[in-house]
C-alpha cells in the first residue's frame, strides 16, 4: 500500500499495533495514538492534519540549524550518489569521515585528538566506557572498574549508560544501576541546600565525589561521568566554575573524566562545546544531537592521545570495539555541512543573539504565580513550577502536570519538553530569531495562565 493512499487514521493505527515509541508506556502510548509530524520549515513544524506549531525543543534537543537546510540535503544527496556507504573495518575509510575527524579534534579541547563515531549519544556513552575498561586492563590496573555519576543524570538507554542514567524509567525493570555504577547528588542549585551559593553547591559536590570515591577505595573507580548542563533531568544548571572543580578533583584522586556533551555540544550553550567555557579538557568527550543537527544518525567518542598512546602500546591485537555504521559517509558528509553552518554560516552567531532574548524571557517570566525557578545557560533552559514559591513544594503526582502540559503547550501552538515533576524545558535551533523567541514565551506564558485557572491547580497553591 502506498503512503498517498493511507488516510491518516490509518497510520495512527498502524503505529498503534506495531511501532514501538522511545520512552513510551505501551498502553499509554496505545490510548493517547501518535501525533505524525508531516514537513518542517525553519522554526516551524505541520502535523498531518495541518497543524502548524513552534518547536522550541529543537526535535529532541538535536536541530540546532532549524529545519529544512538545503545545503545540508545537499550534501547528503551528493555524498550517496558518490559514496553512498563505507566500512571502517579492514583499514577502510572514505574522505567524508576523515575530514570530520580532522576537523572536530582541531576544534575540541586540548589533548582529545582521536575520535571513534557512532550512530548517536548511547553508543557514544556505550564506547567510552567500554574503552575506559580496556584502558585500565592494557595498562596493568584491572581493578579500576568502578564508575560514578550524578543523580538526575542521563548518558543514553544502552545497556551500560542507562546505569549511569540516574532516572528511574531508565532503571526500572531492567536490572539497573549495575554493581559497578554509583552516583552522587546533583549540583541542583534550586534544591540545594545551600542554592544560594555557588562556592557552596560546587565545594559539597566536590566532597561528595572524594567520598565516594574513598567509599569505594581509590584503587577501584575509573572514572567520573557527568553532563555540563543535566537535560533530561529536567535542565539541572551547576553554577560556573563547577565542571573545572570536578575536573581538578578527577585528576587530584587519579580517575578519569567523561563528559558528556551530547546536548550541550555545538553551541547550544553558546561556545561550540560547554567544556570550553571553564578551560576543562575531559580524558573522553561524547557528542551526537547537533553533530548532524539530527538530519542523520551520527554520534562521536572523542578520547585523549594519552589513553589512545596506552591501548595502543598494550598489545598489536585489534581492539575489539567497532560498528557498522561507523564514520557512515553520508552521516560525515551531514556532518561537515552542518559544522559549516556552525561557524561560517552565522549559526553560533545568531544563537548568541536569540540568546539575549532567550535569558530576558526567562527572567520575566519568574514573576508568574507558577514560577519557582527559571535557569539557562546559552539557548538551553528551563522554568520549574511549584505549588508554593516559599517552601517549593511541587505539584502532586496525581495532577499529572507533564503530561498535562504537553498537551496544553501542543494545543497553543508550541513544542516544549514537559516533565512529569512540572519543568518546562526549552532548546530551540539556534536559527531562532529573537521574534520566534518572543511567539514561543507568548505561547508558553498562555499556557501558564490557563493552567492557574485551573481549580484543582488553584486548590493545590499554596
Avoid at 566506557?129 to 548518558?155: C, M, Q, S, T
Avoid at 565516594?212 to 584503587?219: L, N, P, R
Amino acid at each position: 500500500m502506498s503512503s498517498q493512499s493511507l488516510s491518516n487514521r490509518s497510520l495512527v493505527e498502524i503505529d498503534r499495533a506495531h511501532l514501538i515509541h522511545p520512552v513510551a508506556s505501551f498502553r499509554g502510548h496505545e490510548a493517547h495514538g501518535a501525533r505524525v509530524l508531516q514537513s518542517a520549515e525553519g522554526m516551524w513544524l505541520t502535523d498531518i492534519e495541518g497543524k502548524k506549531v513552534i518547536d522550541a525543543f529543537a526535535g529532541l534537543w538535536c536541530v540546532n540549524v532549524g529545519y529544512g537546510q538545503d545545503s545540508v540535503v545537499e550534501a547528503a544527496a551528493a555524498q550517496m550518489r558518490q559514496l553512498p556507504y563505507a566500512t571502517g573495518y579492514f583499514h577502510f575509510a572514505s574522505e567524508p569521515a576523515i575530514r570530520l575527524a580532522g576537523e572536530l579534534t582541531a576544534l575540541t579541547p586540548a589533548g582529545l585528538d582521536h575520535v571513534f563515531f557512532t550512530l548517536g549519544g548511547s553508543d557514544a556513552v556505550d564506547s567510552a566506557i567500554r574503552y575506559i575498561v580496556h584502558y585500565f586492563n592494557a595498562i596493568g590496573l584491572p581493578d579500576k572498574k568502578e564508575f560514578i555519576a550524578l543523580e538526575w543524570g542521563y548518558h543514553g538507554s544502552s545497556s551500560n549508560g542507562a546505569g549511569l542514567t540516574a532516572l528511574a524509567n531508565f532503571h526500572r525493570g531492567f536490572d539497573l544501576p549495575r554493581k559497578w555504577q554509583h552516583h552522587i547528588a546533583s549540583p541542583y542549585p534550586y534544591r540545594h541546600p545551600q542554592g544560594d551559593d555557588d562556592a557552596a553547591v560546587i565545594a559539597s559536590s566536590v566532597a561528595a565525589l572524594e567520598a565516594k570515591v574513598a567509599q569505594i577505595g581509590a584503587d577501584k573507580v575509573a572514572a567520573f561521568c557527568c553532563e555540563p548542563i543535566q537535560g533530561s533531568g529536567g535542565v539541572i544548571v551547576p553554577p560556573v566554575g563547577w565542571l573545572k572543580a570536578m575536573r581538578e578533583a578527577c585528576t587530584r584522586l587519579g580517575i578519569l573524566m567523561l563528559v558528556d556533551e551530547v546536548i550541550t555540544g555545538f553551541g547550544r550553550t553558546g561556545p561550540l562545546f560547554a567544556c570550553e567555557a571553564e578551560g576543562v579538557s575531559p580524558d573522553f568527550l561524547t557528542v551526537a544531537k547537533g553533530l548532524t543537527s539530527g538530519y542523520a544518525p551520527m554520534g562521536a567518542c572523542f578520547m585523549a592521545d594519552h589513553i589512545y598512546q596506552a591501548i595502543a602500546d598494550a598489545s598489536p591485537l585489534p581492539v575489539g570495539h567497532g560498528m557498522t555504521y561507523s564514520g557512515h559517509p553520508v552521516s560525515a558528509a551531514v556532518g561537515l555541512e552542518v559544522l559549516r553552518l556552525y561557524r561560517e554560516g552565522g549559526v553560533l552567531a545568531n544563537g548568541a543573539v536569540t540568546g539575549a532574548r532567550f535569558a530576558e524571557r526567562m527572567e520575566a517570566v519568574k514573576a508568574h504565580p507558577l514560577v519557582g525557578d527559571v535557569r539557562y545557560r546559552g539557548m538551553l533552559g528551563a522554568i520549574e513550577l511549584v505549588s508554593n514559591k516559599v517552601t517549593k513544594a511541587g505539584f502532586a503526582p496525581e495532577l499529572a502536570l507533564g503530561d498535562r502540559l504537553t498537551q496544553m503547550t501542543w494545543d497553543n501552538g508550541v513544542i516544549v519538553r514537559c516533565f512529569a515533576n512540572a519543568v518546562i524545558g526549552f532548546a530551540p535551533a539556534l536559527t531562532c530569531s529573537p521574534d520566534e523567541m518572543d511567539i514561543i514565551f507568548d505561547r508558553v506564558e498562555l499556557t501558564l495562565n490557563q493552567l492557574l485557572d485551573q481549580p484543582d491547580i488553584r486548590a493545590a497553591l499554596g
